[in-house]
C-alpha cells in the first residue's frame, strides 16, 4: 500500500484472513452488532446480517479483571477466545482460536495504544509478531472518537473497516445497544468483530 496516503481495500485487493477464510467475503459488507447486559458481570453481543441472519455471537464477563469472552458460529461451535491480560496501565488481550491457551493457537495480540488519550486507539500484532516489546510497527490500527465506540480499522494506511455506535440514552440505560459495521471486500469480520468487542470494553472501563 502506498505510504502516507489513505485508501479502501477494495474487491481484488489480497484477502485478509486473520481468524479464518470462511470470514472474508468478496464483496463489502454492512453489519449490525447488538450488546446487551445479562447482569453486572455479564453480557451478550449478537451479530447480524441486513436480512437479520445470525452471523456470530460472543458471551463474557462485562467486568472484572482477566476477563474472558467467547466468540461462536450460529451452531454453537467456539471459533476464538480473548482473554485480558492482568492488570495493566494499558490494557492488553490474547486472542486464540478455539477456546486454546497454547502459543502455536494464538492468533493475534490487541494492545491499547495509549493510556492517555482523547481517542480510543487499539494496536493489533498478529501471531508471527506478537513480541509487542520487540516490534515496532503493529500490523493493523484501530482508532476513533472518545466515548461514543465509533472507529476506523486499518492495515497500514488503507481503511479495511469502520464502526459506529448507534447509541440512544434510552437503550444504554436498558443494558442494550447497537452498532453499525461497515467491513470491505476480502476481510475477515469475525476479526473486526473481535476488535469492536475489545475497543467497547475500553470505552466502558475508561
Known amino acids: 500500500m502506498p505510504k502516507n496516503k489513505k485508501t479502501e481495500w477494495q474487491v481484488g485487493d ?26 453486572f458481570s455479564k453480557d451478550h453481543y449478537q451479530v447480524v446480517d441486513p436480512s437479520g441472519n445470525i452471523l456470530l455471537q460472543i458471551d463474557g464477563q462485562a467486568w472484572g479483571f482477566n476477563r474472558k469472552r467467547v466468540m461462536r458460529d450460529p451452531a454453537g461451535f467456539t471459533v476464538l477466545t480473548m482473554r485480558q491480560k492482568g ?39 498478529l501471531a508471527e509478531n506478537s513480541n509487542i516489546k520487540k516490534s515496532s510497527t503493529c500490523d493493523f490500527h484501530a ?34 445497544y447497537n452498532f453499525s459495521v461497515s467491513v470491505n471486500p476480502e476481510v475477515d469480520y469475525a476479526f473486526i468483530i473481535a476488535l469492536l468487542v475489545m475497543v467497547d470494553d475500553i470505552e466502558n472501563l475508561c
Not at 117 to 125: A, E, G, H, I
Not at 147 to 169: C, P, Q, R, Y
Request: aromatic content about 12%; proline content about 4%; hydrophobic content about 35%.
Open 87 to 125: 492488570i495493566r496501565w494499558k490494557r492488553k488481550w490474547e486472542v486464540h482460536g478455539g477456546e486454546s491457551k497454547d502459543k502455536e493457537d494464538l492468533l493475534f495480540t490487541v494492545q491499547q495504544s495509549s493510556a492517555m488519550s482523547l481517542k480510543t486507539s487499539v494496536d493489533v500484532f
Open 143 to 176: 482508532s476513533g472518537g472518545y466515548s461514543n465506540i465509533s472507529f476506523k480499522v486499518f492495515k497500514s494506511d488503507a481503511l479495511i473497516a469502520g464502526v459506529t455506535h448507534k447509541f440512544t440514552w434510552g437503550s444504554y440505560c436498558k443494558g442494550k
Open 14 to 39: 489480497p484477502p485478509i484472513s486473520v481468524v479464518g477464510d470462511q470470514f472474508c467475503n468478496p464483496y463489502p459488507m454492512e453489519l449490525m452488532v447488538k450488546r446487551k447486559v445479562i447482569n
